[in-house]
């Protein structure tokens, strides 16, 4: 079949992750992407506006409207979906709080316009449930944990602290967490920006460094391709993730990790593995408090039905329109 696939592509490792894997589980299929950035083998970059058996979009915080000139630059995606193909399906994401009644009905009715749907968390799934009670939607832990071991770099660890940054978080307090674990373990702290498009994490990171003390020991990487970054994650002994999919990676790579929330999106993902540590507010913690989780921080071994459930959105996906012809 002829598949469209889209999605949010400015630089975030997140969501280039979510498209890689989606477009490596439907490689039987013909890929096209309207996404000038995106760069994945088997897709091919495409400016036609219909003619494709099957719309589908990719992303984890994809409905999210900020201010009421979103919900004029919504009701354009929606037309512009319905022209790409008349069935469309949405796979890994989730529902976040609206800013009013005319945002949420919005979105209530670009998601009543798919077939098939998959969120990654429950609230989203009940929240669909509720309110689209006629869509069909199924609720699978998030894709990336479903990553393929042929993806996960053989790189050594070196024991440094990384802290996946976003610009919510408290750099000052960020920088006293930096200083004190280069202060008792002697290891380098990697401040992993994981989004450099619009975001861009880069910023909160340059302000963690500024404010720290012991600079020769910090090292900031900025995300340029997949593959680099995750070498990088890799060469840490635990991470200090912000950013939600850095507690992913961190799970299915198998490296201690501590979480720190700025949405609920990252308290909704991480109760659905039965997750039960301390969850830390990336604007608001006690530095002491968060060294002695990072001290403490164990592997967090994911148990394989996990991985395998997250797989899926896709193999679902691919049963739905094989019997829809």
Same mark, same amino acid.
């Given at each position: 079949?002829?598949?469209?696939?889209?999605?949010?592509?400015?630089?975030?490792?997140?969501?280039?992750?979510?498209?890689?894997? =989606? =477009?490596?589980?439907?490689?039987?299929?013909?890929?096209?992407?309207?996404? @000038?950035?995106?760069?994945?083998?088997?897709? &091919?970059? $495409?400016?036609?506006?219909?003619?494709?058996?099957?719309?589908?979009?990719? $992303?984890?915080?994809?409905?999210?409207?900020?201010?009421?000139?979103? /919900?004029?630059?919504?009701?354009?995606?929606?037309?512009?979906?319905?022209?790409?193909?008349?069935?469309?399906?949405?796979?890994?994401?989730?529902?976040?709080? !609206?800013?009013?009644?005319?945002?949420?009905?919005?979105?209530?009715?670009?998601?009543?316009?798919?077939?098939?749907?998959?969120?990654?968390?429950? =609230?989203?799934?009940?929240?669909?449930?509720?309110?689209?009670?006629?869509?069909?939607?199924?609720?699978?832990?998030?894709?990336? !944990?479903?990553?393929? @071991?042929?993806?996960?770099? @053989?790189?050594?660890?070196?024991? =440094?602290?990384?802290?996946?940054?976003?610009?919510?978080? @408290?750099? *000052? *307090?960020?920088?006293?967490?930096?200083?004190?674990?280069?202060?008792? $373990?002697?290891?380098?702290?990697?401040?992993?920006?994981?989004?450099?498009?619009? &975001?861009?994490?880069?910023?909160?990171?340059?302000?963690?460094?500024?404010?720290?003390?012991?600079?020769?020991?910090?090292?900031?990487?900025?995300?340029?391709?997949?593959?680099?970054?995750?070498?990088?994650? +890799?060469?840490?002994?635990?991470?200090?993730?912000?950013?939600?999919?850095?507690?992913?990676?961190?799970?299915?790579?198998?490296?201690?990790?501590?979480?720190?929330?700025?949405?609920?999106?990252?308290?909704?993902?991480?109760?659905?593995?039965?997750?039960?540590?301390?969850?830390?507010?990336?604007?608001? !913690?006690?530095?002491?408090?968060?060294?002695?989780?990072?001290?403490? *921080?164990?592997?967090?071994? /994911?148990?394989?039905?996990? /991985? +395998?459930?997250?797989?899926?959105? /896709?193999?679902? !996906?691919?049963?739905?329109?094989?019997?829809?012809?």
């Amino acid at each position: 079949m002829r598949i469209l696939l889209d999605g949010y592509a400015d630089c975030n490792l997140g969501d280039d992750l979510m498209l890689t894997i =989606a =477009a490596k589980g439907l490689g039987g299929h013909e890929l096209y992407t309207p996404l @000038d950035k995106l760069n994945i083998d088997n897709v &091919e970059y $495409t400016c036609a506006k219909n003619g494709f058996d099957w719309y589908l979009k990719v $992303t984890g915080s994809g409905f999210l409207i900020h201010n009421n000139m979103g /919900i004029l630059y919504r009701m354009r995606d929606m037309l512009r979906e319905k022209h790409y193909s008349g069935k469309r399906a949405v796979l890994n994401c989730n529902i976040s709080n !609206f800013i009013n009644n005319p945002a949420e009905k919005v979105i209530q009715r670009q998601l009543g316009g798919y077939d098939f749907i998959t969120t990654r968390d429950g =609230a989203s799934y009940e929240y669909i449930r509720k309110n689209l009670p006629k869509t069909h939607c199924e609720k699978y832990p998030d894709m990336v !944990f479903s990553m393929p @071991d042929s993806m996960i770099p @053989d790189v050594s660890c070196e024991n =440094a602290l990384g802290i996946a940054v976003h610009s919510s978080a @408290d750099c *000052a *307090a960020l920088s006293v967490v930096t200083d004190g674990y280069i202060k008792k $373990t002697g290891k380098k702290v990697i401040l992993l920006c994981l989004d450099t498009g619009l &975001e861009n994490d880069v910023i909160a990171a340059k302000k963690v460094y500024r404010e720290a003390k012991h600079k020769d020991m910090i090292e900031i990487v900025s995300y340029t391709s997949i593959s680099d970054m995750l070498g990088n994650i +890799k060469r840490c002994g635990v991470i200090l993730g912000i950013r939600l999919h850095s507690v992913i990676l961190a799970a299915r790579m198998g490296i201690p990790f501590v979480p720190m929330s700025y949405s609920e999106k990252t308290l909704s993902v991480l109760s659905d593995i039965n997750y039960t540590e301390t969850i830390y507010a990336s604007d608001s !913690f006690v530095t002491e408090d968060v060294l002695q989780s990072i001290f403490n *921080a164990e592997k967090n071994c /994911i148990d394989e039905s996990i /991985i +395998k459930s997250a797989r899926n959105h /896709i193999k679902k !996906f691919n049963e739905y329109i094989k019997q829809q012809g």
